[in-house]
């Protein structure tokens, strides 16, 4: 689709600029061409993917053409798909998403499910009137974790802490988007920042965890574009892991629970990690792939 060809051609129909992106995005080596094209395609004339078939005979304007080329530009040189068009879906939220946050990956729904249910775990376990849970997701990025932990638990006082300013701003966006008046936002390193008395029933983070040396053979969506900061877990991923766990520790309450989204060869590490500082109960859990992904541990109130 030049420049040349599209403004010569009035036939640039919907149905046609489809085939033709899918194509060049096939030839690139991009995993879903057609999926990909459609969702650009749709985001830049401002409707729903469904639209592009019931009027897949309707001819692009040339500002519009223009546009979407500029947008398949940005993709061939594998921009991530949810930074050109600042939307990604996480926990069946649309959250907004730029280049100071990590993309929210699938796989990170494991740690908001077993946040949940270890948190209803204890709940059910426990005798007599409950206070208010207190959950504290540690280096929220976009706030993924946090919002969605905060839209299924509204009795919960969920607090997030982010060291990067610009990520902050992100996550303030989709604490307002998503309406979720139970999240606090608080700027700092790990669990600094928050409040000295604060004691938590929850902890969960989605730290950096790749090997320094592995970040420049990542995919190009990743090494190229994604905040280093949010992936670099030093020499051998586990950096930020070794500060965070002993902070946990000092900051939940007797049967609170830290849990960690790890690397998917990390599992034994991180455990002895957890183990070592006086954690029980701790368990690797494993993604669909059979991958090691979260770590949890129970802490009994007692440092060694």
Known sequence: MTARAAGADERWTILRVLEWTADRFAQAGLESPRLEAEVLLAHGLGVERLRLYLDHDKPLRQEELAAFRQTIRRRL??????????????WSLGLLVDRAVLIPRPETELLVELSLAAVRARDAGADGEQL??????????????????????????????????????????????????????FAGDLLEGLPEDLRADLIAANPPYICSAELAGLQPEVARWEPARALDGGEDGLAVIRRLVPQ?????????????????????EVRALLEAVGFCEVVVHTDLAGLDRVVAGVWQGEHR
Do not use: H, M
Not at 77 to 90: S, W
Not at 149 to 167: G, N, W
Not at 248 to 268: F, N, S, V, W, Y
């Open 77 to 90: 040189a594998r921009e991530p798909l949810a930074y050109i068009t600042g939307e990604r879906e996480f």
């Open 132 to 185: 208010p849970l207190t959950i504290v997701d540690v280096g929220t990025g976009s706030g993924a974790i946090a919002v969605a932990l905060a839209r299924e638990l509204p009795t919960a006082r969920v607090l997030a802490t982010e060291i990067d300013p610009a990520a902050l701003a992100v996550a303030r966006k989709n604490v307002e988007r998503c309406g979720v008046g139970n999240l606090e936002l």
């Open 248 to 268: 946990a520790a000092r900051r939940l309450t007797a049967g609170g629970a830290l849990l960690l989204e790890i690397g998917c060869d990390q599992g034994a």
